[in-house]
Protein backbone atom coordinates (compact mmCIF):
# COMPACT_ATOMS: atom_id res chain seq x y z
CA UNK A 1 0.00 0.00 0.00
CA UNK A 2 2.41 2.23 1.09
CA UNK A 3 4.30 2.03 -2.06
CA UNK A 4 1.23 2.70 -4.39
CA UNK A 5 0.82 5.81 -2.11
CA UNK A 6 4.40 6.69 -3.16
CA UNK A 7 2.97 7.44 -7.13
CA UNK A 8 1.00 10.43 -5.65
CA UNK A 9 2.52 11.50 -2.44
CA UNK A 10 5.58 12.38 -0.71
CA UNK A 11 7.85 10.27 1.65
CA UNK A 12 6.30 12.13 4.78
CA UNK A 13 3.09 12.14 3.80
CA UNK A 14 2.67 8.62 3.34
CA UNK A 15 4.85 7.88 6.85
CA UNK A 16 2.28 9.65 8.74
CA UNK A 17 -0.91 7.86 6.48
CA UNK A 18 0.42 4.36 7.19
CA UNK A 19 1.55 5.15 10.53
CA UNK A 20 5.85 4.47 10.48
CA UNK A 21 8.56 6.43 10.17
CA UNK A 22 9.89 8.24 7.20
CA UNK A 23 13.04 6.17 7.41
CA UNK A 24 11.38 2.82 6.92
CA UNK A 25 8.87 4.18 3.71
CA UNK A 26 12.37 5.43 2.31
CA UNK A 27 13.52 2.24 2.81
CA UNK A 28 10.85 0.26 1.18
CA UNK A 29 11.09 2.96 -1.39
CA UNK A 30 14.73 1.84 -2.04
CA UNK A 31 13.75 -1.80 -1.75
CA UNK A 32 11.00 -1.74 -4.32
CA UNK A 33 13.21 0.12 -7.07
CA UNK A 34 15.90 -2.56 -6.80
CA UNK A 35 13.89 -5.38 -6.53
CA UNK A 36 9.77 -4.85 -7.01
CA UNK A 37 7.17 -6.50 -4.75
CA UNK A 38 9.31 -9.73 -4.44
CA UNK A 39 11.98 -7.35 -2.31
CA UNK A 40 9.12 -6.43 0.05
CA UNK A 41 8.31 -9.62 1.11
CA UNK A 42 8.53 -10.23 4.60
CA UNK A 43 11.58 -12.68 5.80
CA UNK A 44 11.71 -14.69 8.89
CA UNK A 45 14.55 -13.17 11.41
CA UNK A 46 16.85 -16.22 11.46
CA UNK A 47 18.57 -15.07 14.50
CA UNK A 48 22.17 -16.12 15.07
CA UNK A 49 23.99 -19.25 14.54
CA UNK A 50 23.86 -21.49 17.28
CA UNK A 51 27.32 -22.04 19.74
CA UNK A 52 26.60 -25.06 20.21
CA UNK A 53 26.81 -28.10 17.52
CA UNK A 54 23.96 -30.03 17.80
CA UNK A 55 26.30 -33.31 19.18
CA UNK A 56 27.07 -30.56 21.93
CA UNK A 57 23.40 -29.95 22.85
CA UNK A 58 23.16 -33.53 22.90
CA UNK A 59 25.79 -33.84 25.55
CA UNK A 60 24.41 -30.95 27.45
CA UNK A 61 21.52 -32.55 28.26
CA UNK A 62 23.40 -35.46 29.37
CA UNK A 63 24.86 -33.04 31.79
CA UNK A 64 21.56 -31.46 32.85
CA UNK A 65 19.58 -34.60 33.33
CA UNK A 66 22.52 -36.18 35.16
CA UNK A 67 21.61 -32.76 37.91
CA UNK A 68 23.52 -30.26 39.39
CA UNK A 69 25.29 -32.23 42.13
CA UNK A 70 27.10 -34.71 39.05
CA UNK A 71 28.48 -31.45 38.33
CA UNK A 72 29.71 -30.46 41.71
CA UNK A 73 27.08 -28.64 43.16
CA UNK A 74 25.69 -29.22 46.94
CA UNK A 75 22.28 -29.39 46.05
CA UNK A 76 20.02 -30.21 43.07
CA UNK A 77 19.14 -26.58 42.39
CA UNK A 78 19.18 -25.72 38.11
CA UNK A 79 19.84 -22.32 38.03
CA UNK A 80 20.41 -20.44 34.93
CA UNK A 81 23.94 -19.55 35.79
CA UNK A 82 24.92 -22.89 36.90
CA UNK A 83 23.48 -24.32 33.13
CA UNK A 84 25.93 -21.59 31.68
CA UNK A 85 28.80 -22.51 34.25
CA UNK A 86 28.41 -25.64 33.04
CA UNK A 87 28.42 -25.08 29.14
CA UNK A 88 31.66 -22.86 29.84
CA UNK A 89 33.55 -25.65 31.59
CA UNK A 90 32.62 -27.99 29.43
CA UNK A 91 32.51 -26.69 25.81
CA UNK A 92 34.44 -23.11 25.72
CA UNK A 93 31.11 -21.17 24.95
CA UNK A 94 29.90 -18.34 26.87
CA UNK A 95 26.45 -17.74 27.26
CA UNK A 96 24.61 -15.29 28.90
CA UNK A 97 21.66 -15.75 31.50
CA UNK A 98 19.15 -14.92 28.25
CA UNK A 99 20.63 -16.87 25.68
CA UNK A 100 20.92 -19.81 28.01
CA UNK A 101 17.17 -19.08 28.66
CA UNK A 102 16.50 -19.23 24.94
CA UNK A 103 18.87 -22.21 24.37
CA UNK A 104 16.76 -24.36 26.95
CA UNK A 105 13.68 -23.35 25.48
CA UNK A 106 15.16 -24.59 22.15
CA UNK A 107 15.51 -27.84 23.83
CA UNK A 108 12.46 -28.39 25.26
CA UNK A 109 13.62 -27.42 28.86
CA UNK A 110 11.02 -25.30 30.65
CA UNK A 111 10.91 -23.33 34.44
CA UNK A 112 10.46 -26.29 37.08
CA UNK A 113 9.71 -24.48 41.11
CA UNK A 114 10.61 -27.19 43.42
CA UNK A 115 8.13 -28.27 45.19
CA UNK A 116 8.31 -26.80 49.25
CA UNK A 117 8.26 -29.39 52.33
CA UNK A 118 9.68 -29.71 55.23
CA UNK A 119 12.78 -31.17 56.50
CA UNK A 120 11.20 -32.83 59.35
CA UNK A 121 8.16 -34.32 57.10
CA UNK A 122 7.31 -37.71 58.12
CA UNK A 123 5.37 -39.96 55.57
CA UNK A 124 4.61 -42.53 57.87
CA UNK A 125 3.17 -40.18 60.40
CA UNK A 126 0.91 -38.18 57.51
CA UNK A 127 -0.24 -41.80 56.05
CA UNK A 128 -1.05 -42.80 59.44
CA UNK A 129 -3.30 -39.50 59.83
CA UNK A 130 -5.14 -39.41 56.69
CA UNK A 131 -5.91 -43.46 57.22
CA UNK A 132 -7.13 -43.07 60.86
CA UNK A 133 -7.80 -40.17 62.46
CA UNK A 134 -8.98 -37.99 59.10
CA UNK A 135 -11.75 -40.62 58.45
CA UNK A 136 -12.61 -40.96 62.57
CA UNK A 137 -12.87 -36.92 62.65
CA UNK A 138 -15.13 -36.61 59.61
CA UNK A 139 -17.66 -39.34 61.00
CA UNK A 140 -17.65 -37.24 64.29
CA UNK A 141 -18.78 -34.50 62.76
CA UNK A 142 -15.66 -32.28 64.20
CA UNK A 143 -14.96 -30.57 61.27
Same mark, same amino acid.
Given at each position: ???? *? *? ?9 R ?17 ? +? ?38 GT ?26 ? *?? +??? +?????K ?22 ? *? ?6
Open positions: MAVR *L *LRTHGVREVAQVGVSPGSVERWKKLYES +GGMAALKAKPDRGSAPRLTPEQQERLVERLLAGPRAEGYELCTLERVAQTIERHFGVHYSLAGVWL *LL +GRL +GWSCQPERQARERNETEIERWRRVTWPR *LRKRGSM
